[in-house]
């Protein structure tokens, strides 16, 4: 906690502020990728250290947010097999899909069980071989390699019981996305627990072919800080590339063991992201080697691209053309407590940071 500490610290929080309205003269507009940077700029007040000069914008950095209705429902659909529980991280809990959600299959009395890791998943497996364990697997590279190694381990244990429906998806196909639909973005802050996993090569094809800055930062406001400054001196001197702020977490090569694990489980497939629509390239599917464990190959799940409740704007939110502010239903009918989009559901969302966060609450 002492190390965090010298990152949390105004010290060096207002010397890099200060660096940064001294160089900033250009109009520039960047994108903060992750839901957990969103979250540090808006608890730390970092925002308002910030000069005109500077507009910075949410990405869909969320898997909560960007996970579509359609692998909801799939997931519901499930519920009405006895011997089928499903375990899921709680933020999918709330996720509407239309006028349901796992959790109000939950309050029915379906068996949907909360778990903070995939090997508790592979726990009940174990435990109740009479079951059959289905794990909801969300989330960017951060989270992939874990979900690879528990598949991994059920097939060297011969677990027959335990079953993962990927949702997982990758960062890279979805920035360039946002990157050719939204030129105006001068640089993009790219998420560092991603890129711990990937290392930094992976952003090398946005900055060539879009011409735009990529940092990579952590979550402390002393990195945020620091991630900025070197946008704006990239901005200012007339280059993009990419550069790394978080070399004490971050290597170029990233972690080659998990990258390894989650190429030998996964393959890329083109997916569906809430709000944005289908993206090629952009999810990771369960490679046919390892089809005994696919949800989708084992129960037959089909994904339905399910229309977007009336009014909600989350798909214009996390590619930043809106703010939540210019959603009609932000604070009134969407709130954390009655989330209609998914950008409401999970804490890092962007609406949700909002919500908490600013005086439009």
């Given at each position: 906690m002492k190390h965090l500490e010298e990152y949390r610290s105004s010290g060096p929080v207002m010397k890099v502020a200060g660096m940064i309205r001294q160089h900033s003269r250009t109009q520039v507009r960047f994108m903060e990728v992750c839901g957990g940077h969103t979250m540090t700029l808006h608890k730390y007040g970092l925002l308002s250290l910030l000069p005109q000069t500077i507009s910075l914008i949410s990405g869909p950095g969320c898997p909560v947010c960007v996970s579509g209705q359609g692998f909801i429902a799939a997931l519901i659909g499930l519920v009405s097999d006895p011997s089928v529980i499903i375990t899921t991280y709680g933020d999918l809990l709330r996720i509407p899909a239309g006028d349901k959600s796992l959790e109000k299959e939950r309050s029915s009395g379906a068996?949907?069980?909360?778990?903070?890791?995939?090997?508790?998943?592979?726990?009940?497996?174990?435990?109740?071989?009479?079951?059959?364990?289905?794990?909801?697997?969300?989330?960017?590279?951060?989270?992939?390699?874990?979900?690879?190694?528990?598949?991994?381990?059920?097939?060297?244990?011969?677990l027959k019981n335990f079953f993962v429906y990927s949702s997982h998806k990758i960062m890279p196909p979805a920035l360039e996305w946002i990157a050719e639909n939204s030129r105006e973005i001068r640089g993009?802050?790219?998420?560092?627990?991603?890129?711990?996993?990937?290392?930094?090569?992976?952003?090398?094809?946005?900055?060539?072919?879009?011409?735009?800055?990529?940092?990579?930062?952590?979550?402390?406001?002393?990195?945020?800080?620091?991630?900025?400054?070197?946008?704006?001196?990239?901005?200012?001197?007339?280059?993009?590339?990419?550069?790394?702020?978080?070399?004490?977490?971050?290597?170029?090569?990233?972690?080659?063991?998990?990258?390894?694990?989650?190429?030998?489980?996964?393959?890329?497939?083109?997916?569906?992201?809430?709000?944005?629509?289908?993206?090629?390239?952009?999810?990771?599917?369960?490679?046919?080697?390892?089809?005994?464990?696919?949800?989708?190959?084992?129960?037959?799940?089909?994904?339905?691209?399910?229309?977007?409740?009336?009014?909600c704007i989350c798909g214009r939110v996390i590619t930043g053309h809106s703010t939540p502010a210019e959603c009609r239903l932000f604070g009134r009918s969407c709130t954390p407590e009655n989330p209609v989009g998914a950008c409401m559901v999970s804490p890092e969302g962007t609406c949700s940071v909002w919500y908490k966060f600013t005086s439009a609450s």
């Open positions: 068996d949907i069980r909360i778990v903070y890791s995939v090997t508790e998943a592979l726990d009940l497996a174990r435990k109740h071989p009479d079951r059959k364990i289905v794990f909801a697997g969300i989330g960017f590279e951060t989270t992939a390699p874990i979900t690879a190694a528990a598949i991994l381990r059920a097939k060297a244990d011969h993009f802050i790219a998420p560092g627990h991603v890129t711990a996993v990937t290392g930094t090569g992976i952003y090398e094809r946005l900055a060539g072919k879009y011409n735009v800055s990529v940092v990579v930062s952590g979550f402390e406001p002393a990195d945020m800080m620091l991630a900025i400054a070197m946008l704006v001196r990239q901005a200012e001197s007339g280059v993009s590339k990419v550069e790394n702020a978080y070399r004490r977490v971050v290597r170029p090569e990233g972690n080659p063991r998990a990258r390894g694990m989650m190429e030998e489980v996964f393959q890329t497939t083109g997916d569906h992201w809430r709000g944005v629509g289908f993206i090629e390239g952009s999810g990771l599917q369960i490679r046919p080697a390892f089809s005994r464990h696919d949800a989708k190959q084992v129960f037959g799940l089909k994904e339905e691209v399910l229309p977007e409740p009336s009014g």
